[in-house]
């Protein structure tokens, strides 16, 4: 079995916040932060060297001998967009995603270019609708 690579670590997360030099996506990434923490209620953690995850769940894949621990959810200012992951997928969000704002999805991941995009009540809605969601069926 191979080893992961994105590790719970003690980096904090406005440290690397503070590292990311576009500034628009920073003044979003503490906006998220604070977003996220008041959310949650949970304490933001520093997943690999990227991802800033919140609350954290042990999962078993059904498709191979992978297993390891994972935020419920998270986000990271990325070079390309903003990447919020939304462990559970989109399924129960699609009217939700209707009055977001311009984004993009993939499986888990909810991209957007900057928060002046989205409705931020909507994306509060979508972020503590998952987190709920992902601590009732993993915790």
Known sequence: M?????LPNDVSAEDFINTVPEATKKED????????????????????ASIIGFGQ?????????????????AFSPRKQSLTLYIM????????????????KTS??????????????????KIIKQSFVAAKKKYN
């Open 2 to 6: 191979s080893t992961l690579k994105t």
């Open 29 to 48: 990434s503490f906006t998220l932060l604070r977003m996220f923490s008041k959310i949650t209620g949970e304490k933001p953690k520093m997943w690999g």
């Open 57 to 73: 769940y042990h999962y078993k894949s059904e498709r191979s001998t992978q297993e390891g621990d994972w935020p419920l959810i």
């Open 88 to 103: 559970l997928g989109f399924e129960d969000f699609t009217d939700l995603l209707k009055k977001l704002g311009k984004h």
């Open 107 to 124: 499986k888990g991941c909810l991209y957007i270019n900057k928060l002046s995009d989205v409705d931020q009540v909507v994306l509060e």
